[in-house]
């Protein structure tokens, strides 16, 4: 915190968060306080609130509002359901680059901004806007092109564009996460890590749920963005194939797996099987009960 103090003047002495670049508003000892006070309140604060913290007259307050919303450091007030004035800080960096946009782009651009990650789609901003399709198509074609805004298809309507703000990331939930890749289902990395908890069970009595979290995320086929939810999602898979079991008994916050056995009975029968005269016969298909080839009068099962 930077402490400015000024002699017995109680606006002055304050506490500022960062540092107000700007000269008319550094230079200008009532607006600060006033950058402070909204700064201070994620909620925002009220015209009431802010008159008795000020204790100036009305046109002082007044226009020291005016010269933060010219400015960029408080948004636009909105109106509380009591019927009083919120002020909340703005972003004065912001401001200033979108000081370029016109009033079509400002309120497009808004509503884009209004909607956070899950985004909004073009019709829906021409609702929200009241300007007409072509305008709409046009102003986002700008924005896009001028680094402000970009679009992703969600996985559940590929045909679906949605809208969000450059700095933004759409949820998981939209986008599948790191299981599709360009909204198609990525099979070779599911099979990859499928396959990589089958290697790290097999060299191991067991292992319980964290230490496959870690394996997984340390794995170079799962990237930086694998959570702990996308490693349970291939535990869950390798529990309905019946590869690995849970060991009964043990924590549920952290349970523990071992591969089970089926892999070995299964490789068994198919063992016993081949053995038989069955197992290699060159007219199997053709062999029925009571037909012309049958297992009543097959040669092969007096040598067996």
């Given at each position: 915190?930077?402490?400015?103090?000024?002699?017995?003047?109680?606006?002055?002495?304050?506490?500022?968060?960062?540092q107000?670049?700007?000269?008319?508003?550094?230079?200008?000892?009532?607006?600060l306080?006033?950058?402070?006070?909204?700064?201070?309140?994620?909620?925002?604060?009220?015209?009431?609130?802010?008159?008795?913290?000020?204790?100036?007259?009305?046109?002082?307050?007044?226009?020291?509002?005016?010269?933060?919303?010219?400015?960029?450091?408080?948004?636009?007030?909105?109106?509380?359901?009591?019927?009083?004035?919120?002020?909340?800080?703005?972003?004065?960096?912001?401001?200033?680059?979108?000081?370029g946009?016109?009033?079509?782009?400002?309120?497009?651009?808004?509503?884009?901004?209004?909607?956070?990650?899950?985004?909004i789609?073009?019709?829906?901003?021409?609702?929200k806007?009241?300007?007409?399709?072509?305008?709409?198509?046009?102003?986002?074609?700008?924005?896009?092109?001028?680094?402000?805004?970009?679009?992703?298809?969600?996985?559940?309507?590929?045909?679906?564009?949605?809208?969000?703000?450059?700095?933004?990331?759409?949820?998981?939930?939209?986008?599948?996460?790191?299981?599709?890749?360009?909204?198609?289902?990525?099979?070779?990395?599911?099979?990859?890590?499928?396959?990589?908890?089958?290697?790290?069970?097999?060299?191991?009595?067991?292992?319980?749920?964290?230490?496959?979290?870690?394996?997984?995320?340390?794995?170079?086929?799962?990237?930086?963005?694998?959570?702990?939810?996308?490693?349970?999602?291939?535990?869950?898979?390798?529990?309905?194939?019946?590869?690995?079991?849970?060991?009964?008994?043990?924590?549920?916050?952290?349970?523990?797996?071992?591969?089970?056995?089926?892999?070995?009975?299964?490789?068994?029968?198919?063992?016993?099987?081949?053995?038989?005269?069955?197992?290699?016969?060159p007219?199997?298909?053709?062999?029925?009960?009571?037909?012309?080839?049958?297992?009543q009068?097959?040669?092969?099962?007096?040598?067996?």
């Open positions: 915190y930077q402490r400015r103090v000024h002699g017995d003047n109680p606006l002055c002495d304050m506490e500022t968060e960062d107000v670049d700007d000269p008319k508003i550094a230079s200008n000892e009532l607006a306080r006033v950058v402070t006070l909204v700064r201070a309140s994620k909620e925002g604060i009220s015209d009431e609130e802010l008159t008795r913290r000020l204790s100036v007259t009305d046109e002082q307050k007044l226009a020291v509002l005016n010269l933060l919303l010219e400015n960029g450091y408080l948004r636009k007030p909105t109106v509380s359901k009591s019927g009083s004035l919120i002020y909340k800080y703005g972003n004065p960096e912001e401001f200033a680059l979108l000081r946009l016109d009033a079509n782009e400002r309120l497009v651009r808004q509503a884009i901004a209004d909607a956070g990650n899950i985004g789609t073009s019709g829906e901003v021409r609702v806007s009241g300007l007409s399709s072509q305008v709409i198509t046009k102003v986002i074609k700008q924005l896009e092109k001028g680094g402000f805004i970009k679009s992703y298809k969600p996985v559940t309507a590929k045909n679906k564009k949605m809208w969000i703000l450059m700095d933004f990331e759409p949820p998981d939930e939209q986008t599948g996460g790191i299981w599709y890749d360009n909204n198609e289902l990525n099979t070779d990395l599911i099979e990859a890590l499928y396959n990589k908890t089958l290697e790290f069970l097999k060299g191991q009595a067991s292992a319980n749920k964290k230490e496959i979290v870690m394996m997984l995320r340390s794995a170079s086929v799962a990237g930086g963005n694998f959570k702990d939810d996308d490693a349970g999602r291939i535990i869950s898979l390798l529990l309905f194939d019946d590869k690995i079991e849970e060991i009964p008994g043990i924590t549920q916050t952290n349970p523990i797996y071992r591969l089970t056995k089926w892999d070995e009975v299964v490789q068994a029968n198919r063992v016993g099987v081949t053995m038989t005269p069955c197992g290699h016969c007219v199997f298909d053709e062999c029925s009960p009571n037909g012309i080839i049958s297992p009068n097959c040669i092969y099962f007096a040598d067996w």
